[in-house]
């Protein structure tokens, strides 16, 4: 039996030696197959590894070519914004697109177009000058690219332009399209009903377009219904004092302002290498609406006791008509070389009278004419070397006389004045390399003015300089200087005695030089222009200045003279920014010192001015809903003083399209708030015996609200399909700032 089972048991260890056996293979294969999967593990985490570099490569590439392909571009004289559907988005017209470009901003009670909070602008359209109205009404998918040229140089930098706005449209527009619109200004808390409309604006624009010709013209009738409170202190060193304050519970100053403008204008494609444009601006000012009323109560206090009180008044009204026709002539021979040439000639004739009487029986009558017949000539010439190198030439000729009639308190004056002025300017533009580019020139000007006799000649040189350094694809320097030369204004060299009231006259001054002003700057722009600081120096040796001295009848006397030490130091920067997809904002900043000196005065202080907007676009319904904010009230130096001009602001509006966006309704409301704006305008002037103080409080502007409506007629299309495609395509790679 012990044998059986020691058999029995012996197969048991034969099988469980086999079962080993089986089970040592088995984990000998496993443990092929584990080393085999942790080399397989290890393959896929180095090639994880590579995988996540070149992620992290392709992303800084792809950070660098959005850079690149951005939709604003700083070039060396100008910045570069392609109009994208981004930009057009809730837009009605061209205006409400250049409110959304990089440092430009528009005023709705002024309704002025500034760039960098400066309103000295001129807007061209393809290169030329037309009608404002025009331009700001051109329907946005017209416009392909905006150029803004700061501090120009050539004819706009002589003419005294602080900046140009170049549109640039689309070539393959066919079509007509009518364009009605109107803005109307409330004032809601007005203390009569008569003074509840401010201001009512209504346009017109017709424009037609074929292959060859461009034919449009515009109509506006602006109405402006002022109506607010001003003040004025006189302190006098031998203890007089005279306050000008409103009477009763009304405002004392009323305003109306009405003006008509036509114009008709026509472009005409001879072929690809000749274009000719014409265009006529009639504007019409009649007295009977335009008028102004200033109300005051007169109290004269001597060592404090009240020694007069009685009541003055002054009145006024103006009748304006001016006319300009231009014509122009462009001729591309073959792609490198460009002429331009243009001809414009304009007549001016205003009638204006001031009356001012008191109770204490002192009155003023005064009348006045000025005529003015002017005309200018300009041929500029452009070659292109390579894609690196052109030069541009230019020749200018200005020609104007003026006739001034006046007669004050029943005794005649006139006054004529006559001025040639002969323009050259050129520049060089040179790519040097890839990092480093450059603009040299120079505008020279020569004035031979002749004032009622007195005979001057002047000379102006106006250096320019532009160098560009591009630090990275993100960050570029720009070094600008510019020089800026400006006449002398008829009322500045005028030399009438124009009474302003009983102790208040002002003086021109026919002998004022025309001021030259020294300007030097550094530009940084930063991510494409998304971020840009800009400190910059001007100063200048003659500039044009408000004057004045105390006669010794106690007459202040107001007049003009160029001043031996101007400067002023500042830092512009300017931001815009999409915050979401949605939401974008955009801001420009101007701080700055201002200092005079000039026969042992000076007078010097610190200002700042500044623009914001933040936008909401909704692209399924088309709302565009905005906040604005602008601090314009300028605080413009003299040598005794200051002069408060323009205006504060903080607003709110909806825009709402309809009708495939034919009909555009926008309701504006002015924020009634004292947060970071000033409502007083005016002026302040001081000498060792005299001081005078004015306000003028616009703070009806917190209590308004403008409704705007406009309706486009279009029957335009896109005539080049393969050009728009690729426009399409263009803009969807640049995805930029906007």
């Given at each position: 039996?012990?044998?059986?089972?020691?058999?029995?048991?012996?197969?048991?260890?034969?099988?469980?030696?086999?079962?080993?056996?089986?089970?040592?293979?088995?984990?000998?294969?496993?443990?092929?197959?584990?080393?085999?999967?942790?080399?397989?593990?290890?393959?896929?985490?180095?090639?994880?590894?590579?995988?996540?570099?070149?992620?992290?490569?392709?992303?800084?590439?792809?950070?660098?070519?959005?850079?690149?392909?951005?939709?604003?571009?700083?070039?060396?004289?100008?910045?570069?914004?392609?109009?994208?559907?981004?930009?057009?988005?809730?837009?009605?017209?061209?205006?409400?697109?250049?409110?959304?470009?990089?440092?430009?901003?528009?005023?709705?009670?002024?309704?002025?177009?500034?760039?960098?909070?400066?309103?000295?602008?001129?807007?061209?359209?393809?290169?030329?000058?037309?009608?404002?109205?025009?331009?700001?009404?051109?329907?946005?998918?017209?416009?392909?690219?905006?150029?803004?040229?700061?501090?120009?140089?050539?004819?706009?930098?002589?003419?005294?332009?602080?900046?140009?706005?170049?549109?640039?449209?689309?070539?393959?527009?066919?079509?007509?399209?009518?364009?009605?619109?109107?803005?109307?200004?409330?004032?809601?808390?007005?203390?009569?009903?008569?003074?509840?409309?401010?201001?009512?604006?209504?346009?017109?624009?017709?424009?037609?377009?074929?292959?060859?010709?461009?034919?449009?013209?515009?109509?506006?009738?602006?109405?402006?219904?002022?109506?607010?409170?001003?003040?004025?202190?006189?302190?006098?060193?031998?203890?007089?004092?005279?306050?000008?304050?409103?009477?009763?519970?009304?405002?004392?100053?009323?305003?109306?302002?009405?003006?008509?403008?036509?114009?008709?204008?026509?472009?005409?494609?001879?072929?690809?290498?000749?274009?000719?444009?014409?265009?006529?601006?009639?504007?019409?000012?009649?007295?009977?609406?335009?008028?102004?009323?200033?109300?005051?109560?007169?109290?004269?206090?001597?060592?404090?006791?009240?020694?007069?009180?009685?009541?003055?008044?002054?009145?006024?009204?103006?009748?304006?008509?001016?006319?300009?026709?231009?014509?122009?002539?462009?001729?591309?021979?073959?792609?490198?070389?460009?002429?331009n040439a243009n001809f414009s000639y304009s007549y001016l004739n205003h009638d204006y009278s001031t009356n001012y009487h008191d109770y204490l029986l002192f009155s003023s009558n005064q009348l006045g004419n000025d005529k003015k017949n002017s005309s200018k000539f300009y041929l500029e010439y452009t070659h292109t070397f390579s894609s690196i190198s052109n030069l541009e030439l230019g020749y200018g000729n200005v020609w104007l006389k003026e006739n001034n009639s006046f007669v004050a308190m029943s005794l005649p004056y006139s006054f004529t004045y006559d001025d040639i002025r002969q323009k050259l300017y050129g520049y060089y533009s040179l790519q040097a390399t890839k990092k480093f580019s450059l603009k040299l020139g120079a505008a020279g000007e020569t004035s031979t003015p002749d004032a009622d006799g007195i005979k001057k000649h002047y000379y102006l040189l106006e250096p320019y300089a532009d160098l560009k350094y591009n630090l990275s694809e993100l960050v570029n320097f720009k070094l600008k200087y510019r020089a800026e030369g400006t006449y002398p204004s008829v009322d500045e060299t005028n030399p009438f005695i124009y009474i302003i009231d009983k102790e208040n006259v002002k003086i021109g001054n026919p002998l004022l030089q025309p001021e030259l002003v020294h300007k030097i700057s550094l530009q940084a722009n930063i991510i494409s222009g998304i971020l840009t600081f800009e400190p910059y120096y001007h100063f200048s040796n003659n500039m044009i200045a408000e004057t004045g001295y105390l006669r010794s009848d106690n007459i202040f006397v107001?007049?003009?003279?160029?001043?031996?030490?101007?400067?002023?130091?500042?830092?512009?920067?300017?931001?815009?920014?999409?915050?979401?997809?949605?939401?974008?904002?955009?801001?420009?900043?101007?701080?700055?010192?201002?200092?005079?000196?000039y026969n042992g005065v000076s007078n010097e202080f610190n200002f700042w001015t500044m623009s914001s907007q933040l936008i909401y676009q909704n692209e399924k319904f088309g709302t565009t809903i905005g906040l604005k904010y602008q601090k314009n009230l300028v605080k413009d130096i003299t040598l005794l003083g200051y002069q408060n001009e323009n205006n504060d602001l903080w607003i709110s509006f909806i825009q709402q399209p309809f009708f495939k966006q034919r009909l555009n309704i926008m309701l504006l409301y002015f924020i009634p708030t004292d947060f970071g704006v000033n409502y007083d305008q005016g002026s302040f002037k001081q000498t060792a015996s005299y001081q005078e103080i004015k306000y003028a409080d616009i703070s009806l502007i917190k209590n308004l609200f403008m409704f705007q409506v406009n309706y486009r007629i279009s029957k335009g299309k896109s005539a080049k399909n393969t050009e728009k495609k690729i426009d399409k395509v263009n803009e969807k790679t640049k995805k930029g700032i906007l």
């Open positions: 039996m012990d044998s059986v089972k020691c058999t029995k048991d012996s197969a048991k260890c034969t099988k469980d030696s086999a079962k080993c056996t089986k089970d040592s293979a088995k984990c000998t294969k496993e443990s092929a197959k584990c080393t085999k999967e942790s080399a397989k593990c290890t393959k896929e985490s180095a090639k994880c590894t590579v995988d996540s570099a070149k992620c992290t490569k392709d992303s800084a590439k792809s950070t660098k070519e959005s850079v690149k392909t951005s939709s604003l571009e700083n070039m060396l004289d100008r910045d570069v914004q392609i109009v994208t559907d981004k930009l057009k988005a809730g837009a009605s017209s061209a205006r409400e697109v250049l409110e959304k470009v990089n440092g430009v901003s528009y005023d709705p009670y002024t309704k002025a177009i500034k760039v960098d909070n400066i309103n000295k602008v001129k807007i061209l359209v393809d290169g030329m000058e037309k009608d404002l109205e025009y331009i700001k009404n051109l329907a946005p998918d017209r416009l392909k690219k905006i150029e803004v040229i700061r501090d120009p140089g050539g004819r706009y930098g002589l003419e005294g332009y602080s900046a140009v706005i170049n549109i640039i449209l689309k070539k393959d527009y066919v079509g007509s399209e009518i364009y009605l619109g109107d803005d109307y200004m409330l004032d809601y808390k007005a203390i009569k009903p008569e003074y509840r409309t401010v201001q009512n604006n209504v346009n017109a624009t017709l424009n037609y377009v074929n292959n060859n010709i461009n034919l449009y013209g515009s109509y506006n009738n602006s109405y402006n219904n002022f109506n607010f409170n001003t003040s004025m202190k006189k302190q006098y060193s031998d203890g007089l004092v005279i306050e000008d304050n409103t009477i009763n519970n009304d405002v004392n100053n009323h305003i109306k302002e009405y003006s008509n403008n036509y114009t008709l204008g026509v472009d005409y494609y001879l072929n690809p290498k000749n274009t000719i444009s014409f265009e006529s601006d009639i504007s019409v000012q009649p007295a009977s609406n335009n008028t102004t009323n200033l109300l005051f109560n007169v109290r004269n206090y001597f060592q404090g006791t009240l020694t007069d009180n009685y009541n003055s008044q002054e009145t006024g009204t103006s009748k304006e008509l001016i006319t300009t026709n231009t014509l122009y002539y462009i001729f591309k021979p073959d792609e490198n070389n460009e002429f107001m007049d003009y003279n160029n001043i031996s030490n101007y400067t002023r130091r500042g830092l512009i920067a300017r931001l815009t920014i999409p915050l979401t997809k949605s939401l974008f904002l955009e801001s420009n900043a101007d701080i700055f010192n201002n200092a005079m000196k």
